[in-house]
Structures are given as structure tokens and as C-alpha cells.
């Protein structure tokens, strides 16, 4: 499985940026993506994932991190192989390196992961 994310950019505090990720390779069984954050001097979080579902059988759950809640949206494109994730509301304190990660069935660890998209928010 590869991932190639894009989309990252600099952005005002309270504007929008949509990030994408495409999965390519065998995806056949890929039933859960989510994206990822990493701030400077900051432990890698969890911003949004889609589980239970994938590129081929579709449907699944997405799970939010608290402070994302409401201002992010995680959605998936089957026909084009491809994760979304829209952003709105951004402050400050959602600069970080953006990575896409995907895992396949059965799989317990996020073993698949994208090259890492950068955004800034600016104040």
C-alpha cells in the first residue's frame, strides 16, 4: 500500500485547507485510514480515522480527536482511492506535519503511511 499526501499550506487562523490522501498498490483489503498530526517538539496524535471500512466494501466509522471535533471532516472517495480530510476553523495550534496512514484487515498497527504534508496556520 502507498500514500501520497497533499494539500498542506500556509492558511490565516480561521480559514480552510483540504488535505488528500491516495492509496495505491493493493488496497483491495485496506478497511481503515486516518490521518495523523505532528507539531515541533510534539508527540505524533491522531486527528481523524475512518475503521471498519474501505476503499472496496465501503462504509465504516470515523472517530475524531476532541480538540478537532466539529471544525474537521474525514471522508473517503472509493472510486478514486482517495481520504480527504476538510478543515475548517483552523487555529494555531493545528500547525503540524500532516501524514495519512492506512491499515488492512486484521492488521492492529498503522503500518502504511504517507510522506507527511505540512500546514501552518499563521495568527
Known amino acids: 500500500v502507498q500514500l501520497q499526501a497533499s494539500g498542506g499550506g500556509l492558511v490565516q487562523a480561521g480559514g480552510s485547507l483540504r488535505l488528500s490522501c491516495a492509496a495505491s498498490?493493493?488496497?483491495?483489503?485496506?478497511?481503515?485510514m486516518g490521518w495523523y498530526r505532528q507539531a515541533p517538539g510534539k508527540q505524533r496524535e491522531l486527528v481523524a480515522s475512518i475503521t471498519g471500512g474501505g476503499f472496496i466494501t465501503g462504509g465504516g466509522g470515523t472517530i475524531y480527536a476532541d480538540s478537532v471535533k466539529g471544525r474537521f471532516t474525514i471522508s473517503r472517495d472509493n472510486a478514486k482511492n482517495t481520504m480527504y480530510l476538510q478543515m475548517s476553523g483552523l487555529k494555531s495550534a493545528d500547525t503540524a506535519v500532516y501524514y495519512c496512514?492506512?491499515?488492512?484487515?486484521?492488521?492492529?498497527?498503522?503500518?502504511?503511511w504517507g510522506q507527511g504534508t505540512q500546514v501552518t496556520v499563521s495568527s
Open positions: 496512514a492506512a491499515k488492512r484487515f486484521s492488521e492492529t498497527w498503522w503500518n502504511y
Open positions: 498498490g493493493s488496497i483491495f483489503d485496506v478497511n481503515a
